[in-house]
């Protein structure tokens, strides 16, 4: 997989649109994954059995893709995460290719607030 972008744009709709955490790990992810996420372990397997009770296990989760950004050995994904009963989520996820895999992962997040300072919306 040389093509970072194709291959990040495929592991995104899996992850983040068709909710398929395994596949999507399974499709992209390097079995050294380093996270970078202090809620959960290094490595694939470790991400998939978090993440899956988050994206599968919440059918009315809902992970909107606003942008995708790549920039050599890097990719970002904005994404709007929505849920009943919670306030909106801004989601910035930051991964590092090698090899045409994702071995590494950041992310940030921000609640949406009910109001803002000023007229321009997160999304």
């Avoid at 790990?25 to 899956?52: C, I, K, R």
Wanted: charged content about 25%; proline content about 8%; hydrophobic content about 40%.
């Amino acid at each position: 997989m040389t093509d970072n972008r194709a291959a990040f744009e495929r592991f995104c709709d899996l992850f983040y649109t068709q909710k398929r955490v395994a596949d999507a790990f399974a499709y992209l992810v390097s079995d050294d994954y380093t996270q970078h996420n202090p809620g959960l372990p290094d490595g694939p397997a470790a991400a998939v059995e978090g993440l899956t009770p988050k994206f599968e296990g919440s059918p009315d989760a809902r992970f909107e893709i606003q942008r995708i950004l790549v920039d050599g050995d890097l990719a970002m994904v904005h994404v709007k995460a929505s849920g009943p009963g919670r306030p909106d989520t801004a989601v910035a996820d930051i991964y590092r290719f090698a090899g045409g895999r994702i071995v590494e992962h950041w992310d940030v997040l921000q609640p949406v607030p009910d109001r803002s300072a000023n007229d321009h919306p997160m999304f």
